[in-house]
């Protein structure tokens, strides 16, 4: 069991670019969940995946953001035109879908600095 | 909708103290509640957890019991260690159809001095 992984672990980029981050769930997990995490704030939850299938998008993912997990497995979140508020932390999670459903394994997060 | 706040923080302890981090929750239905810990550096980590009202759960010394009559989760740990300072999170998961996401409380951190 290697965890979930993202990929890059620190990103820095200038207001306007479009920025792209991995997430690798641990591989029995058929859900798969990002959230946002401010400076002194908790997480918070953007979206849901079961599967291939987007199941909830928090109104917090406008527009600007697009997240997708082909054949349920890898999932990628973009943020087209970056703009400072985007700067935090982008944590991804998983978990099954049976027995102990209800806990969510994080990984180390992507940190995001827009300039 | 769903809603956790917890105590606020810095708490700042000396080695073998008592710790309370008090936590309350608004939810309908049934929640999960849960305890994250992040030590500095690092991800999320799953402290304890409890499922249903009265449940207790407990790891590394650290105890919570589910308090449906007052809403609570409060965590505890009778002798603190240096190794314990970190920023912990209390969270629900709800339960009913948005009973995957989980709501975070805004964290407390914990700096713990030999």
């Known amino acids: 069991d290697t965890g979930v992984s993202q990929d890059p672990r620190h990103k820095i980029t200038k207001r306007g670019q479009n920025v792209t981050f991995r997430c690798d769930p641990i591989s029995e997990h058929n859900r798969l969940y990002w959230y946002r995490q401010t400076l002194g704030q908790g997480p918070e939850f953007l979206t849901y995946f079961q599967n291939e299938a987007q199941l909830e998008k928090s109104r917090l993912l406008s527009d600007r953001f697009s997240a997708e997990r082909p054949k349920g497995s890898f999932s990628t979140l973009e943020i087209q035109r970056t703009e400072q508020g985007d700067s935090a932390m982008y944590l991804c999670?998983?978990?099954?879908?049976?027995?102990?459903?209800?806990?969510?394994?994080f990984g180390p997060g992507t940190r995001l600095l827009v300039l | 909708g769903n809603s956790v706040t917890q105590m606020e923080g810095p708490v700042t302890l000396s080695e073998e103290a008592f710790l309370t981090i008090n936590c309350t929750y608004t939810a309908t239905g049934y929640p999960s509640l849960f305890w994250y810990v992040q030590y500095p550096g690092e991800g999320l980590q799953l402290l304890l957890k409890a499922t249903k009202a009265d449940d207790k759960g407990s790891n590394k010394g650290f105890e919570a019991t589910y308090r449906k009559e007052t809403t609570s989760f409060h965590l505890e740990k009778g002798s603190v260690q240096v190794s314990d300072s970190a920023v912990y999170f209390c969270a629900l998961r709800g339960s009913g159809g948005s009973n995957y996401k989980l709501t975070f409380g805004k964290g407390t951190l914990l700096t713990v001095n030999p």
């Open positions: 999670a998983s978990s099954t879908s049976g027995r102990d459903q209800e806990t969510q394994y």
